[in-house]
């Protein structure tokens, strides 16, 4: 197995009628509402977001927190604030900071009420439309928001439908739109870091390559982390790593050892790279590595 350059090159032709829908649909909005995965903040935002909601109030969410390193998430939260963005931590799937957030659109959207009361528009709903990139949550989120099932749990782009207002809370209404973008990659480290979460579908990419990417990571940032998962020998881990093996070839050969102790064995004692990958894969995206944040500030 050899380190290679990935060249992430995809982008689905359907998202210019989408994108196209939500420009005309924030006509009507108040507030953005933009949800992150909060291990890659800003791979997760679409590049787009940023241009054709420059005039709008924004609340960032950075999600799945449940599998962020928290310290660094709160890095983030500082971060956007420094930009002048309020972000709120939540966990979707169990609903942890969604009233937060019902909250922080409230203190964004006082100036907007103030406006409405100066014209008479007494008791007129803040407007507030949700943004997000496949597989950060929003589906899930919309459920906590909306309190119901309104949105259906998935990763695929949405269809549009007829314009729909969902009352959240008084006072603040939601359009209930699929608002789901795929970005066009800005670079290689982008592509990367979505396919890692799982944004990109495994069978779009080389999944044996990506896991190498993700596993040359984690030895870097969270080796320990490796180590406890998978029970491997810290001394023969330090061997490795302080061999004269050149680097990528010291990633294969823990990918090797975890290979073993995980019985990803073909005949003949042969690594079963595809079956390891997707183990490293799958155990990092559902936290059993640990709480790990891929972007750090």
Not at 114 to 125: H, V
Not at 154 to 164: A, Y
Not at 202 to 211: G, Y
Request: no cysteine.
């Amino acid at each position: 197995m050899e380190e290679s350059k990935i060249n992430i090159n995809w982008y689905p032709g359907h998202m210019a009628k989408t994108k196209k829908q939500i420009i005309e649909d924030l006509k009507l909005i108040d507030v953005v509402v933009e949800i992150l995965d909060a291990r890659i903040p800003l791979s997760s935002q679409n590049p787009d977001v940023k241009g054709y909601t420059k005039n709008k109030k924004k609340v960032v969410v950075l999600n799945k927190t449940d599998l962020a390193d928290e310290i660094e998430t709160k890095k983030w939260v500082k971060y956007f604030a420094s930009k002048g963005i309020p972000a709120v931590i939540t966990d979707a799937n169990n609903g942890k900071g969604v009233t937060e957030v019902i909250r922080a659109v409230k203190e964004v959207a006082k100036e907007t009420q103030e406006k409405f009361a100066d014209k008479g528009r007494i008791g007129k709903s803040v407007r507030i439309m949700i943004l997000g990139i496949p597989n950060v949550g929003k589906s899930s989120f919309i459920n906590r928001i909306t309190k119901k099932n309104t949105a259906q749990v998935g990763n695929k782009p949405g269809v549009t439908r007829q314009k729909q207002w969902i009352r959240i809370d008084e006072g603040i209404e939601l359009m209930d739109t699929p608002g789901v973008l795929w970005p066009k990659f800005e670079s290689e480290e982008v592509g990367l870091h979505l396919a890692f979460t799982g944004s990109i579908k495994d069978d779009i990419l080389e999944k044996t390559e990506i896991a190498y990417q993700l596993l040359s990571f984690l030895v870097k940032e969270y080796l320990q982390n490796i180590i406890d998962r998978y029970k491997l020998d810290e001394n023969i881990v330090k061997e490795i790593l302080n061999s004269d093996e050149e680097e990528n070839m010291k990633v294969v050969a823990i990918m090797e050892d975890i290979a073993k102790k995980r019985g990803a064995i073909l005949s003949g004692g042969r690594i079963d790279y595809e079956k390891v990958s997707g183990i490293i894969l799958d155990e990092f995206r559902s936290g059993k590595i640990g709480k790990i944040t891929i972007e750090k500030i």
